[in-house]
Structure formats: structure tokens, C-alpha cells
Nanobody
Framework: QVHLVESGGGLVQAGGSLRLSCAAS????????IGWYRQAPGKEREPVARAIFGGYTYYADSVKGRFTISRDNVKNTVYLQMNSLKPEDTAVYYC????????????????WGQGTQVTVSS
């Protein structure tokens, strides 16, 4: 299994920046995709940025040019650099990993962190 822990959220003024971190542990070697989702009160959880290992990187239109997803393979950590933050970016941000591991009998499963709150003031 894969365990994910997010950090880096907080309160920031509009126009400011934050960097979210997602530390992965467990069967990290079988992760095939990792990304960030967010959910605001009363809204559906939505994808923000997602990286398919060996494939494409996806960004939601609302964050293109402002957010960047990256990873440190040595530290098993994925980051979301968020610049030019807007009040509408306020949400709980969740790290997500897709993994197909021998430990789960090669069943593809999604793993989620507990989320980190990002609040952008106007």
C-alpha cells in the first residue's frame, strides 16, 4: 500500500505563493501516477494537476500558468508550487497516487492523503 501525507497549506494573501508537499511511503515503486485534487465547500472534488509517470502532465485550465507539479524521486515527494494565488483557489488540497502493486495482487488502487487546507484571502 501507499501512504500519503500532505503539508504546506496555510493562509496567504491573494497574489502570494505556497508550495504543497506530499510525502509518499510504502510501495512507492509501483506508483504510476500522482497528482493533486482540491475540494471547496459545496463543490465537487476536482483535479488540479496530475502527472502520469512516463506520460503526460495535466493541469486544470483554472491553474495553468500558475501551478506547477514536480517530484523528487529521492525523497519520494511530490510538490505543487502555487503562484499568483486567487481567493477561488481556497480549498482542501489532497494528494493522490495511483498504484498497481504486487502487495495488492496487481490490483490498481488509488490512495489519498488527508488533505491540507489552503486559504487565500482577498
Amino acid at each position: 500500500q501507499v501512504h500519503l501525507v500532505e503539508s504546506g497549506g496555510g493562509l496567504v494573501q491573494a497574489g502570494g505563493s505556497l508550495r504543497l508537499s506530499c510525502a509518499a511511503s510504502g510501495d512507492t515503486g509501483c506508483i504510476s501516477a500522482i497528482g493533486w485534487y482540491r475540494q471547496a465547500p459545496g463543490k465537487e472534488r476536482e483535479p488540479v494537476a496530475r502527472a502520469i509517470f512516463g506520460g503526460y502532465t495535466y493541469y486544470a485550465d483554472s491553474v495553468k500558468g500558475r501551478f506547477t507539479i514536480s517530484r523528487d524521486n529521492v525523497k519520494n515527494t511530490v510538490y505543487l508550487q502555487m503562484n499568483s494565488l486567487k481567493p477561488e483557489d481556497t480549498a482542501v488540497y489532497y494528494c493522490n497516487a495511483e498504484a498497481t502493486c504486487r502487495s495488492t495482487a496487481w490490483n490498481t488502487r488509488n490512495y489519498w492523503g488527508q488533505g491540507t487546507q489552503v486559504t487565500v484571502s482577498s
